[in-house]
């Protein structure tokens, strides 16, 4: 890759936004880092500088239409280019689809979706200028895995999904890629920043029921996201793990309803509360169950095995 091209990163200032950042940085890329918290990017703007990189800190609200033209334009500013625009900034919000509060999902929705299609909007006409460029949607494996009391994050993902792909083919002739990246479990702030809207588990109840799920660190999406920019083409998955998770949901839609339906039965009481049940704890006994049946049918074989030795010598 080219020295010196230049790069916005939306979400900078902590998790993956951060992660990118000190990733493309690292790679001599020049990073533009955009985020609401001023005091965190500019912080991480000095690491990157003392570390030789050249990185310039844009406090920004990017559901915001006058911060999103002040993020571009001072972009142009310093720089006079910009070759990869990372949509990374969003929002999570936990609540039923019948509780969940309007005004908070129309919020995530102008965040996760409207903001990101607004700045490619806004950088697409300057990418043409430069003769292409590069737009990462980051996206999460919600978008393809349904999760319960997660409904309007996941719609929002898979909003943001569909219209990655669409933006894909319109902009192919301008050289422009538009792809994205699908995380799963990451470890990240996110659950600090989740809007808990309308009944049902929290954020804490889902993972902790789901701790049987190990999270991966901030750096590996980093890593995936340049590997999207350098490739100029989506990462659908980021493990083995997740790749399963996404092959079944595609493959199976009417299992994973019915095993979602049969989990919330065993796993959420009317409440919203979590039950007793531990999904860790029914996994363990699966297993048990499944490594005795095979240790049963090992004996069976090598009972029938041993007397049919018997009585044909």
Partial sequence: MIRNRVVIVTGASAGIGEATSRTFAARGWTVVLAARSGGKLAHIADEIRAAGGVALAVPADVTVAEDRAQLVDATLRAFGRIDALINNAGMGIAGTVDTVDLDDLDYVVRLNVLAPVALLQAVAPVMRRCGGGVVVNVSSLIEAVPVPYMAGYGASKAALGYLTTAAAAELARDNIAVVKVMPGLTATGFDRNLLASGAGMSLEQLLAQANFVSAIPAERVAEAIWDAVRTRRSRRCLTVRDRLFRRVA?????????????AVKR???PSGEPSRASVRRDLRDLGLMIGGGFAALAALA????????EHTS
């Fill in 250 to 262: 595609a493959l199976a839609p009417g299992l994973v309803s019915a095993l979602l339906k049969a």
């Fill in 267 to 269: 796993y959420v009481l």
């Fill in 302 to 309: 090598g009972g029938i095995w041993f007397w049919v030795k």
